[in-house]
């Protein structure tokens, strides 16, 4: 049996690097992950249901119930988007300069 050997990536650009990915996918990466982790914290302050979050927002609960898993493969941004206007959020755009 062959030895493991075992990686560890302290963000986004690191992971991306040990996935063989792009700049650009470890952009998108990071910027899909805060987003989630912000739509499912305002989830949790609401004090709402998977099924009154998803009516209100007009979105299938399945496909909601993902994203509050912390799965957004295959959800668009848009979605996301959509998501976080039912919470009453919008998001703010910060750019900042790549290091």
């Known amino acids: 049996m062959s030895a493991k050997t075992k990686y560890e990536a302290k963000n986004s650009v690191e992971l991306a690097g040990l996935l063989g990915l792009s700049k650009f996918d470890a952009a998108e990466l990071e910027?899909?992950?805060?987003?989630?982790?912000?739509?499912?914290?305002?989830?949790?302050?609401?004090?709402?249901?998977?099924?009154?979050?998803?009516?209100k927002a007009k979105l299938s609960r399945t496909r909601l119930t993902a994203l509050l898993n912390n799965n957004s493969y295959g959800l668009s941004t848009d979605f996301m988007l959509r998501v976080l206007t039912a919470l009453g959020y919008r998001a703010d755009l910060k750019l900042s300069k790549i290091a």
């Open 31 to 55: 910027f899909r992950t805060e987003l989630n982790s912000a739509i499912i914290q305002k989830f949790k302050a609401a004090k709402i249901t998977q099924a009154e979050l998803a009516k």
